[in-house]
């Protein structure tokens, strides 16, 4: 009888070492896995959407004396500002409005009226009929960027690949930051990290054009 006893014991306890080792195997498995499915956050709208949360400030970033608020998407907050209406009624225009109130995230390099305004004269208004919606699309996605790119994440000689699918090219001096095509003078950035709920988007001083 002690002899079962002593077995049945001996089983039982081989058979807990048993559960705890594949309990142990378990728990490394999901913490790889873990690591693996976080290995790139910028990626990952869920952890855009916390990097938003932090980033933004409660009130606000303010442009054209209106707060941009994190619970907004990018065409949301950009048609609040009067400074770049040109370049929503060229998005409206450009069949992208659905596109950039997507789930992304988008980073958005947004060009003022007055960056509007130093294109050769028509230029904006040509690009605004119906023949040229194409063009026009290529153009405004050169100023669009898969991703979120605050400005700490933007350096001096990093190239962008655009959702045009052209490349960007950023420059960083005294703490300014400027894009340009790598040929024409290039826009600086007035106003960083405008968080929106499916990107960010820095108001810019220049229209970028493709080469």
């Known amino acids: 009888m002690k002899k079962q006893f002593f077995s049945l014991a001996t089983l039982l306890a081989a058979s807990a070492l ?15 896995d873990a690591t693996v499915s976080t290995a790139n956050p910028a990626d990952s709208v869920a952890a855009m959407a916390g990097d938003s949360a932090r980033m933004a400030k409660p009130e606000g970033v303010m442009v054209d004396g209106v707060a941009m608020t994190a619970d907004k998407d990018i065409v949301d ?14 998005v409206k225009a450009a069949g992208l409005v659905e596109t950039l109130k997507g789930a992304g995230p988008f980073t958005v390099f947004a060009p003022t009226n007055a960056a509007f305004d130093k294109l050769p004269k028509g230029a904006v208004a040509g690009l ?5 919606k194409a063009k026009l699309a290529g153009v405004l996605t050169y100023h669009v960027i898969a991703g979120r790119l605050v400005a700490a994440d933007l350096k001096d000689g990093q190239e962008l690949t655009t ?27 007035q106003i960083a990290d405008v968080i929106s709920s499916n ?3 820095h108001v810019i001083d220049g229209v970028v054009l493709p080469l």
């Open 199 to 201: 990107g960010v988007t």
């Open 128 to 132: 605004m009929l119906p023949e040229s």
């Open 18 to 32: 048993t559960l705890a080792s594949c309990g142990g195997d378990k728990t490394a498995e999901t913490t790889a």
């Open 163 to 189: 959702v045009n699918g052209a490349k960007l090219k950023v420059m960083v001096k005294d703490g300014k930051v400027m894009i340009g095509n790598g040929k024409d003078a290039p826009a600086t950035v």
């Open 77 to 90: 907050n950009a048609m609040g500002a009067k400074s770049v209406s040109t370049l929503v009624s060229a």
